[in-house]
């Protein structure tokens, strides 16, 4: 049994025309999700989302709106070590990127596709059930007034 720590973004862009939408990524699995990935040694977990937002799907600027909250799980691992039981938590935040920010899905890190939805769209779309309350707080707070 081991135990991994990740990070991630939840990515948002305002648009005249379309008004607020999120990024949401196809993984190696096939599943609707969120720009994630490992937090390394020494940095934290901001700055991890925002190196695997920047190396999955290109984005480099982002602000922070605020953090989202902790998925935590367990899987059996099929990459490293298989068949060996992990835990795991991702920590995730709530960036926002320039209207004309698109995203591109990068290949060497089994990014299949990018797309952008509204934010009520990722109550269906997103497959992983764990984060489904990360969806609930990021939409709650893209409908506060201050927004």
Same mark, same amino acid.
């Not at 049994?1 to 648009?15: C, F, H, Y």
């Given at each position: 049994?081991?135990?991994?720590? &990740?990070?991630?973004?939840?990515?948002?862009?305002?648009?005249?025309?379309?008004?607020?939408?999120? #990024?949401?990524? %196809?993984?190696?699995?096939?599943?609707? &999700?969120?720009?994630?990935?490992?937090?390394?040694?020494?940095?934290?977990? @901001?700055? /991890?989302?925002?190196?695997?937002?920047?190396?999955?799907?290109?984005?480099?600027? #982002?602000?922070?709106?605020?953090? #989202?909250?902790? &998925?935590?799980?367990?899987?059996?691992?099929?990459?490293?070590? +298989?068949?060996?039981?992990?835990?795991?938590?991702?920590?995730?935040?709530?960036?926002?990127?320039? +209207?004309? &920010?698109?995203?591109? /899905?990068?290949?060497?890190?089994?990014? @299949?596709?990018?797309?952008?939805?509204? +934010?009520?769209?990722?109550?269906?779309?997103?497959?992983?059930?764990? #984060? %489904?309350?990360?969806?609930?707080?990021?939409?709650?707070?893209?409908?506060?007034?201050?927004?």
């Amino acid at each position: 049994m081991r135990s991994e720590r &990740s990070a991630g973004g939840v990515v948002i862009r305002q648009d005249e025309t379309e008004g607020i939408q999120v #990024l949401v990524i %196809k993984d190696s699995h096939g599943r609707w &999700s969120f720009p994630k990935g490992r937090i390394e040694v020494g940095e934290t977990a @901001q700055a /991890a989302a925002e190196r695997e937002v920047n190396e999955e799907v290109g984005i480099e600027t #982002l602000r922070l709106i605020a953090p #989202l909250g902790v &998925s935590d799980f367990w899987f059996v691992d099929k990459w490293e070590a +298989p068949g060996e039981k992990v835990h795991k938590t991702i920590e995730l935040f709530l960036f926002e990127t320039s +209207p004309g &920010s698109h995203g591109m /899905a990068q290949e060497e890190e089994r990014i @299949q596709r990018v797309h952008w939805v509204r +934010p009520k769209e990722l109550r269906g779309l997103v497959a992983y059930r764990t #984060l %489904k309350p990360i969806i609930e707080r990021a939409i709650t707070l893209l409908h506060e007034p201050q927004r």
